[in-house]
């Protein structure tokens, strides 16, 4: 399944999004390798109408001075929404987009109707804190990242060398985009956990269960805070569970979802 390439402005600065399949809206939200349509947002497609927007400082949304906390993040993501005329509809969202999404349903619990989280980021448990994401590279990053590190997809996304300038370009970029976010603490809000009790949303947590940058013990954490949410454990999938297993993860989220 295809998509079109959009190009809008939020506060007169741009952003593009990528929206493509058929039937009810669905907005996804990506991880921190940026937006790559292939895998399941072109899986999920097949029965929706899938909108991948670039987040703030990725590459093809700009890259804004003026913000940089994961609070003005979702203000950002609340607008996109609106002015798209995507509030209240469904949201699947991995890893970093899942900590958005989770920010975004705390103060707004309106803003979602249903709520998919895949290897969200958002918590830290003292028992398993997650690995140094922003310091790894080739072989580490893919060991992290994926279940399979030397499947062709972990090469391809994780690669040892960029294939081109314009690949490490884009890499960089998003590593930025990434770490001006989550970095400061790293890789969690110290005040969602107790806040996620506000999310009204219907969710479902998916996990991969071979997930080495956040053990699966954080899906059971997310559960415990969220009212009614479910649990899919995805076995040989690693933290990319989306990108690495896409027909196992839709398989999933289409099952709670209609």
Do not use: C
């Not at 994961?70 to 002015?83: I, R, S």
């Not at 995507?86 to 899942?98: F, I, N």
């Amino acid at each position: 399944m295809t998509a079109v390439r959009e190009v809008l402005a939020i506060d007169g600065h741009g952003v593009t999004l990528w929206r493509g399949g058929a039937g009810a809206p669905l907005v996804f939200l990506h991880d921190v390798l940026g937006p790559v349509w292939e895998g399941l947002p072109a899986r999920l497609a097949r029965r929706r109408t899938v909108v991948l927007p670039a987040l703030l400082g990725f590459p093809g949304s700009d890259y804004r001075e003026d913000l940089d906390t994961m609070e003005d993040l979702a203000f950002w993501t609340l607008g996109l929404l609106e002015q798209r005329g995507l509030r209240g509809v469904d949201v699947v969202a991995e890893g970093y987009g899942g900590w958005l999404a989770a920010e975004v349903a705390t103060r707004w619990p309106d803003a979602i109707a249903r709520l998919v989280l895949i290897s969200p980021m958002g918590l830290r448990l003292a028992s398993a804190p997650p690995k140094a994401l922003f310091e790894l590279r080739g072989a580490a990053l893919r060991a992290t990242l994926f279940g399979d590190a030397e499947s062709p997809l972990a090469q391809q996304h994780a690669p040892d060398l960029p294939a081109s300038l314009e690949a490490f370009e884009t890499r960089l970029t998003a590593d930025r985009a990434a770490a001006r976010f989550a970095w400061r603490p790293y890789l969690h809000n110290p005040k969602l956990p107790a806040r996620l009790r506000r999310v009204k949303s219907p969710t479902l947590i998916v996990w991969g269960g071979a997930n080495r940058l956040l053990s699966p013990a954080y899906a059971h954490a997310w559960r415990q805070r969220i009212a009614g949410a479910e649990v899919a454990i995805v076995p040989e999938a690693g933290h990319l569970a989306g990108l690495e297993q896409p027909e196992a993860v839709a398989d999933r989220i289409e099952a709670f979802l209609h």
